[in-house]
């Protein structure tokens, strides 16, 4: 870091409390050539800074810091790639075990080709927090939290296990133990530090706190100026060990905020109307910075509720540059007083201060959302950008369940529950979950909750019998605000009982619903709900039994509880009755904003911060006597089906091979529009007769021990059975609107079968596979399984219209070539594509990023199709991480070298 070039001459110091600090000067480096840059966005201000610290005349150049200037006049459409270099990475488990098992593997393999072990070690501090584990398997009683956990422990002993080893082997990497809260919550409270600092060379250097996260949801620090996104897990793996992050200089889409939300409106109304505006303005693979005098009338953790949902509005962040509300924010969660004063100065000397009345920075283009004008709203059946005014949800429910899910006759009948003395119907509620790093870290909507819950009580409102409750929060600060306000006794009356600290029903994790309502919900085809104050309501997601699922605030999902129902209209009908049986309606038991804040001001405290997070990375006496087993090369059981060393690296030499040319490939899958990495990536439970189900019971595992899938990504051979396995994914090979469930054609046979048993099939025969896919492929979590079973099934090239940006790159680091379209309205349905075809694409030992070649698809009856396609490797690092085989193959060989 000391060793920049300083090609503008921006070293300088800055003294804070008596103590110097160098830093690299954005207002020397404008007067010293970089014209006009204090006008640049603030999150340009701190790419700018990142590449003027890393000079290095390689992969950080003066052209590309000139670059950044130059973005005022192209304002990032001129693809300009940048080696940037964030100053430390955050994981979740689910992805976090299988970077570690990868590094693992790493040293093995370096040990195989005669290199050192210890080379393969983090360059950059990280932090994995486990928090995706817990599972609500008991709900709505006292002892469902003690429960829980005690099934997490038995469940995932082995994954504990090897992460305490990983803590004890690699050097820079921490572990936040189970039962702490969301990582992107104990980022935003702890981890993230606003400015970073770095001692080196006798100095102290001070820079922009950057991270990349194994999680889409990283977004979230962006609530606090802190620049971050997520990134699969071998971009992190490949930043861990000092590579940079290859990516182009981003367009900046300007959101502009004025005014203040009404009463009775909250943080999550806001940021699904936010959702909705960017999905419409297309900001995927942008930044968007948010601007303007309103941003003065938004809390911290406002601001952090929609940086957390920049994956759900496509751009790569949404971010806010630092200003006194930030201070505020770093104050009350219990930062050191000499952190906080140096990132005001730091701020201020940066020109990265924000202040009402500034000068706006240049963006690309801009947008603007008056605060006033946002209403009570929740998002759903199946998208996160699906906003409907609150007072409309009953009116879509009904639509959909006519167009969506083809439901025409007896939508209002209902059925009775076997061995209960309740019936449920269409649009019941079968879950209300509070959960989700995007709600549980705003004090707003918790506490709204719980007040609601006790205007209830009083009235002698109760949940509805049919409804699975539960209550996670983001971190074990929410926990006890709510405990001492009084306000868990009102929501444990609801059944709002404390369920686990982490993820739950957001992720999947809801756990099974009762048998009986389980069975009736099948056995009758009924469309049920979810409302959860999550950030994803994906097909498949929430529950295997419920196929509508609605995002919506903390206090709406108490609402709805008490409902029962989406069927409703919960601003003109009763929400239920009072002990004397009078109608209630909802807007009698909504708090006020300021019995809201007189609640915060009272019980969320700097104190309660700093007690909670004093021990952190302690963990209770469960994690505490978890055995760590020793050595710097990890021990791997062949018989373990949780942990495995993974093939990547199996027969590698110290030099790549050639890339060969893709020739006479069939298509595993013809797949539409907006196919997630939900429905890509193994997620949920497993069941017994898919092919992961019979490879645990051939490994003695019985069906009550499966665990999830987020569990087992330690082990290959389970996820790539999984892959492409999503119960509501289509395949179109299997009819026109395909058939749900990952089921494929062989060809020539003709026969159908599972996806994993068709790539394995193919390659005995040596048969190479491409996937052929519609608009946005890959958007959602950035989860790496997604492209590791597509690389392990045999899957060359993916083919589609379009592709969001992570798992676009996580392809490219695992050796899969990603490739567009090159003709507007071409996809594989315009060319009449069946899934009989064979595909040959030529050119691609010599291949240039984004260069467009030639697939010649053959049709069954003989006939060739020529079809343009261009080339979405976009850089040249990707260009070597390709030739290499992957990311990982690269780094190590680089390594080794």
């Not at 572990?175 to 702890?190: F, M, S």
Request: charged residues 20%; aromatic residues 8%; proline residues 5%.
């Amino acid at each position: 870091m000391s060793k920049s070039l300083d090609s503008f001459n921006s070293r300088r110091t800055l003294n804070v409390g008596g103590k110097d600090y160098v830093y690299f000067d954005l207002k020397e480096a404008e007067k010293n050539g970089l014209s006009g840059v204090s006008r640049l966005p603030f999150s340009m201000k701190v790419l700018l800074e990142n590449l003027l610290r890393n000079e290095d005349g390689g992969a950080v150049s003066k052209e590309s810091i000139q670059a950044v200037a130059a973005w005022l006049q192209d304002k990032g459409t001129a693809g300009v790639e940048i080696a940037y270099s964030p100053a430390r990475v955050l994981m979740q488990d689910f992805t976090g075990v299988p970077a570690v098992v990868d590094l693992a593997a790493m040293r093995d393999a370096m040990a195989s080709l005669g290199g050192d072990p210890e080379k393969i070690n983090p360059l950059v501090p990280v932090d994995l927090v486990i928090d995706h584990s817990v599972i609500v398997d008991e709900f709505g009683t006292p002892l469902a939290f003690k429960r829980n956990v005690e099934l997490e422990y038995q469940r995932n002993a082995e994954r504990y296990r090897f992460l305490k080893w990983g803590q004890q082997a690699f050097k820079n990497f921490r572990v936040v133990p189970p039962g702490t809260g969301i990582c992107h919550q104990v980022n935003l409270e702890y981890l993230g530090q606003v400015v970073w600092t770095k001692d080196e060379d006798g100095q102290t250097i001070a820079y922009p706190d950057t991270c990349v996260g194994t999680d889409s949801h990283t977004t979230m620090i962006n609530g606090l100026g802190v620049l971050g996104w997520g990134v699969g897990g071998i971009e992190a793996e490949a930043a861990m060990l000092g590579q940079p992050v290859s990516m182009l200089l981003p367009e900046v889409i300007g959101f502009k905020l004025t005014g203040k939300l009404n009463e009775g409106v909250t943080a999550t109304d806001l940021v699904l109307t936010v959702t909705q505006m960017l999905r419409k303005k297309g900001v995927v693979g942008k930044f968007v910075e948010f601007f303007g005098d309103g941003l003065s009338n938004m809390t911290l953790a406002d601001r952090a509720t929609i940086g957390n949902m920049s994956p759900e509005y496509g751009a790569t962040c949404g971010f806010f540059p630092v200003d006194g509300e930030t201070l505020n924010y770093l104050t009350m969660t219990g930062r050191d007083e000499s952190r906080i004063a140096l990132v005001e100065a730091y701020a201020k000397a940066q020109g990265m201060w924000r202040e009402d009345g500034s000068e706006d920075p240049v963006f690309t283009d801009t947008l603007e959302l008056d605060l006033g004008d946002v209403v009570p709203s929740m998002a759903g059946p199946k998208r996160p950008e699906g906003r409907i005014s609150l007072n409309g949800i009953a009116d879509g429910f009904a639509q959909a369940l006519a167009t969506e899910y083809k439901k025409t006759v007896d939508t209002d009948k209902r059925y009775p529950v076997p061995g209960e003395d309740f019936d449920i119907g269409h649009g019941d509620v079968a879950i209300a979950a509070i959960t989700s790093c995007t709600n549980t870290s705003n004090p707003s909507v918790l506490i709204g909750a719980g007040l609601l819950a006790r205007n209830a009580n009083r009235l002698g409102l109760k949940q509805k019998p049919w409804v699975k409750t539960s209550l996670a929060p983001g971190s074990q600060v929410v926990a006890e605000y709510l405990e001492n306000s009084g306000l868990q006794k009102e929501l444990d009356q609801l059944g709002f009982n404390l369920v686990g600290f982490g993820c739950t029903t957001c992720i999947g994790n809801s756990g099974p619903l009762p048998e009986a309502i389980s069975k009736t919900i099948n056995d009758k085809g009924l469309i049920v709900a979810s409302v959860l104050s999550g950030n994803r309501n994906f097909e498949g997601r929430v529950s295997p039994d419920v196929q509508a699922n609605y995002l919506a605030s903390p206090p709406l999902v108490v609402a709805y509880a008490l409902a029962g129902t989406v069927t409703k209209d919960l601003t003109t009908e009763p929400i239920g009755e009072d002990k004397d049986g009078n109608p209630v309606f909802l807007k009698d038991i909504w708090p006020t904003s300021q019995e809201i804040q007189d609640f915060i001001q009272k019980n969320v405290t700097r104190e309660l911060f700093a007690k909670k997070y004093a021990d952190v990375f302690k963990g209770d006496e469960n994690w505490r006597a978890v055995n760590v087993p020793a050595g710097q090369t990890y021990a791997w059981d062949e018989k373990s089906t949780y942990v495995q060393n993974p093939p990547y690296f199996a027969g590698m030499s110290r030099q790549p091979g050639q890339v060969g040319d893709i020739r006479g490939a069939r298509i595993l899958g013809l797949f539409g529009d907006k196919i997630t990495t939900d429905h890509i990536s193994p997620a949920g439970s497993i069941k017994a007769q898919s092919p992961a189900g019979q490879y645990l019971l051939d490994n003695g595992v019985t069906v009550a021990d499966f665990n999830q899938y987020g569990t087992r990504r330690g082990n290959h051979e389970v996820m790539m059975r999984g892959t492409f396995a999503n119960i509501r994914i289509r395949n179109h090979m299997l009819g026109e609107n395909g058939r749900e469930g990952g089921y494929t054609i062989h060809y020539p046979s003709k026969e159908e079968m599972s996806i994993y048993d068709a790539a394995m099939r193919y390659r005995q025969e040596g048969v190479p596979l491409v996937v052929f896919a519609g608009v946005e492929y890959g958007n959602g979590s950035s989860r790496d399984w997604a492209a590791k079973g597509t690389n392990l099934l045999g899957v060359r090239a993916v083919i589609a219209e379009s592709f969001e940006r992570i798992h676009r790159s996580n392809l490219v680091g695992m050796g899969v070539i990603p490739f567009v379209f090159a003709e507007e309205n071409v996809g594989w349905a315009e060319l009449g594509l069946k899934g009989d075809e064979t595909v040959t694409i030529e050119g691609l030992e010599n291949i240039k990023p984004r260069q467009t070649l030639t697939a010649k698809i053959t049709f069954a009856d003989g006939s060739v199709k020529e079809v343009p396609v261009l080339c979405r490797i976009d850089t040249v690092d990707e260009l070597e991480y390709f030739r290499n085989g992957g990311i990982l193959q690269y780094v190590l060989r680089d390594l080794a070298a």
